[in-house]
């Protein structure tokens, strides 16, 4: 039984956390043309390994609401790397709330609805 509805909510949270990190990757580009970055090779590196992390969230958003199980498990994957940075954001001092609850609100809810999305696909029908 496909879930239409389930799969729509956790690739548009999928898609939003992916856009999020475009403009994560546009701000570090402008500061590294305004001169921002003390060492460029590593400022370039975060630029691109943002930008990948970026692609693979769109493409798990496009895969999750195809019904693609590969999509929902890297979806999976990232959530719970989204809930462990959230995490660890409180041991710095200050805490940034806004970071935290950005990060860890989204992660928590894709990773509820990714869940979700799965049991609804595999559930077997009643006989």
């Given amino acids: 039984m496909r879930s239409p509805a ?3 909510a956790a690739a548009v949270v999928l898609a939003a956390e992916g856009a999020a990190l475009l403009v994560f990757a546009l701000i570090e580009l402008v500061g590294l043309g305004a001169g ?3 060492s460029l090779p590593t ?3 975060l630029i691109v390994l943002t930008l990948i992390g970026a692609g ?4 798990f ?3 999750t609401r195809s019904g693609h199980s590969w999509a929902r498990s890297g979806g999976i994957v990232f959530q ?3 809930v462990a940075l959230a995490l ?3 041991t710095i001092q200050p805490v940034v709330w806004g970071f935290t609850v950005g990060v860890g609100i989204p992660a928590v809810l894709g990773f509820a609805l990714l869940i979700a999305t799965t049991r609804a696909e595999n559930e077997r029908p009643a006989e």
């Fill in 56 to 59: 693979a969230l769109i493409a």
């Fill in 43 to 45: 400022a370039l590196a």
């Fill in 6 to 8: 389930l799969a729509l």
């Fill in 36 to 38: 921002d970055a003390s």
């Fill in 80 to 82: 719970v790397l989204g």
């Fill in 61 to 63: 958003a496009i895969g």
């Fill in 88 to 90: 660890a954001s409180l």
